[in-house]
């Protein structure tokens, strides 16, 4: 493994917005999009596609962010990327790291927002959970960040800059003329931070191929899960588009107490939700559903419920995270007693159904499941407004 390089200003710089005569951030552009970019530049068109390649492994594979160090183009060509082009990531507000390893990270994007992104050593992983939107719009009332009203769409390129900037900090860029090196400290991304993933699936689907592109960070969409809270009509496109894995927000096993818990429930109520699981394409026993259950004592951990939660997702190729509830100050809810939680965990198991608890981390650092939310709130903006401020307009 490479030894850890530390995070440097240049490397932490805010993407300018494209304003007339501005530069244009390569960060976030499809293969199309870039190459479509450079021809406008005065790449001609015989020559793009390989110019893509070249500039897209310096970008995504070696996490160069100089034109001047890539080396195998032409410095009349280099000079001329500087003049039109720049390769910009958020900037890193702070870093906080917990006891148990966990990194936590607040992200600067345009127009001063702020997103949390989380990274989480584990023994044979290390997962990145990072944010789709700033805020969400589905006021969860178990979430912190549910508290946060919505204020934008994330582009892509603040989606994949989370990625380029934990490996920044994990040091993980390979070093040209090393000895190959296949261990992954970040190996593994979970879009469960702030925001609905499926609000902004464009943007998710873009930033998701960009990670898995085999010339550039290399992820297997087999290591990237997707979690929603049941946004239906956007679930089976999820699987033709992204190929990655899922998981459910589901929490309650009836429509009264979901409706409380995962307000989205109203609007495409269990039933509705199910019926687009099960019919999701490539379901099978080796791509599971995942469905993510928070306990809180009280309110949705009775044997009954157990009982319930197996009978709903029968026939569904399925695994149930559950998750103890992770408090926040002015939570409504409490951690279900750990005893309460094993008894859960064991009608489900006995059922034939894999139960993991999860084990909570960061919670010193308020990075555990539920706990994100930006130090600066907004409070929600017409989408002129919004696409004003960030310069997306």
Known sequence: MPAKAPITQDVLTIPRREE?????????LTRDGMRAALIEAGTPERQAKMRVGQIWQ?????????????????????????????????????????????????????????????????????????????????????????????VRNLTVAEIVGQIMIARDDLGEWPVPGAPKDETRLLSNIVLMGMGEPLYNFENVR????????????????????????????????????????????????????????????????????????RAYPGLSNSERITFEYVMLKGVNDSDEDARRLVRLIKGIPAKINLIPFNE??????????????????????????????????GEDIMAA?????????????????????????
């Open 20 to 28: 007339a005569g501005g530069p244009l951030n390569l960060v976030g």
């Open 206 to 277: 873009d930033a998701m191929r960009i990670a898995m592109d085999p010339e550039g960070i290399s992820l297997s969409r087999r290591r990237i899960t997707l979690s929603t809270s049941g946004v239906v009509p956007e679930i089976a496109r999820t699987a033709t588009e992204i190929g990655c894995n899922l998981a459910v927000s589901f929490h309650a096993t009836t429509d009264a107490v979901r409706d409380v818990l995962v307000p989205i429930n109203k609007r495409w109520p269990i039933a509705d939700l199910l019926d687009a699981l």
């Open 328 to 361: 926040w100050p002015g939570a409504p809810y409490v951690r279900s007693d750990w005893s309460r939680i094993r008894a859960f965990a064991d009608i489900i198991y006995k059922a034939g159904y894999a139960s993991p608890i999860r084990t909570p981390r």
């Open 58 to 150: 310096w970008i995504y594979h070696w996490g160069v962010r100089d034109f001047a160090r890539m080396t195998n183009l032409a410095k009349d060509y280099r000079a001329m990327l500087a003049e039109r082009f720049e390769i910009a990531l958020p900037e890193v507000v702070t870093r906080q790291v917990s006891e148990d390893g966990t990194r936590k990270y607040l992200v600067r994007i345009a127009g001063g927002h702020e997103v949390e992104v989380v990274y989480i050593p584990e023994e044979d992983r290390g997962t990145l959970c990072i944010s789709s939107q700033v805020g969400c719009t589905l006021t969860c009332t178990f979430c912190h960040t549910g508290t946060q009203k919505l």
């Open 369 to 393: 499941c539920g706990q994100l939310k930006s130090a600066t709130e907004r409070a929600r903006k017409t989408r002129a407004e919004i696409a004003a401020e960030a310069g997306l307009s």
